[in-house]
């Protein structure tokens, strides 16, 4: 795509370094986000991520059909998609008394282990007092995404099994960025200029569905046009967007007539 158009055209402007944070995680995908089973209604589980670390609070119904609210303060993952650790069940002062930390328990009463098989959906293990549950979560979605915006960023990625004279390597499109949305139909326009003073834009464009707190393009299609004329055209998947005040970012693959393309897409929100 970009590198292959920016060979033929020798037109791109320097690579413009996207800084975004990527909510609590320090690396990959940020699970932080509220999950359930859909056909459960009534229960479900929290996870808050910062780096390596995951706290779990979960909130179920009893063998007595009472409400039951467990944490998991100390789930570890050592660099992988599964967190485990110790399950606690807590009490403490009755939300309309005096707070006295005096009062406040945590008993352990077994372990959780969440495997996260993709940015969406994770298989949640636990036991409380000797019993073994086991459920198929995903994040729960109640409200859809809005990206639209002017951003300074684009794609940035690498292309591999190039052909027509491409090459493999790195590929980057970026400059200012105009995203529109009308329901969640999401059009990227990302705007440059060639060496030559030629006005060039590549436009993404697709259907953002939420998954929880992220955001998922999925077969979505993008054409650049330089100096009014269509170059590149192509198909591409943008996974696990996460949108925050300063911008989002996905992952990206895709490919064109020249080369398949892996790498991430985003931008920093320009201020109001």
Not at 119 to 132: D, I, R, W
Not at 188 to 197: H, R
Request: glycine share 14%; aromatic share 12%; charged share 5%.
């Amino acid at each position: 795509m970009i590198r292959s158009l920016a060979r033929r055209l020798a037109a791109l402007l320097a690579l413009v370094t996207l800084a975004l944070p990527s909510g609590a995680a320090s690396t990959g995908i940020d699970y932080t986000d509220l999950w359930w089973v859909p056909t459960e209604s009534g229960w479900g589980i929290n996870f808050i991520q910062q780096g390596s670390a995951i706290f779990a609070t979960m909130f179920v119904y009893g063998a007595d059909q009472s409400p039951h609210w467990y944490v998991a303060s100390d789930l570890e993952s050592n660099g992988a998609t599964t967190f485990s650790g110790s399950l606690y069940s807590t009490t403490g002062p009755a939300y309309n008394a005096t707070f006295d930390p005096h009062n406040v328990t945590a008993t352990a009463v077994g372990t959780m282990t969440v495997t996260f098989t993709t940015g969406y959906n994770a298989l949640l293990s636990y036991t409380v007092n000797g019993v073994v549950v086991n459920k198929t979560i995903t994040r729960q979605t109640f409200k859809n995404n809005n990206i639209a915006g002017s951003y300074v960023g684009g794609m940035m990625a690498t292309a591999s099994n190039c052909r027509g004279g491409a090459s493999n390597g790195a590929a980057y499109i970026n400059g200012g960025m105009t995203v529109t949305q009308t329901g969640q139909s999401v059009s990227i326009a990302v705007g440059f200029y060639t060496t030559s003073g030629a006005a060039a834009v590549c436009t993404y464009s697709g259907v953002l569905t939420a998954q929880g707190v992220l955001g998922q393009i999925a077969n979505g299609s993008f054409a650049c046009v330089v100096g009014g004329s269509t170059n590149n055209t192509g198909t591409f998947n943008a996974d696990n967007i996460s949108m925050v005040q300063s911008g989002f970012m996905g992952q990206f693959t895709g490919s064109d007539q020249y080369c398949s393309y892996t790498g991430y897409i985003g931008g920093v929100k320009a201020p109001m």
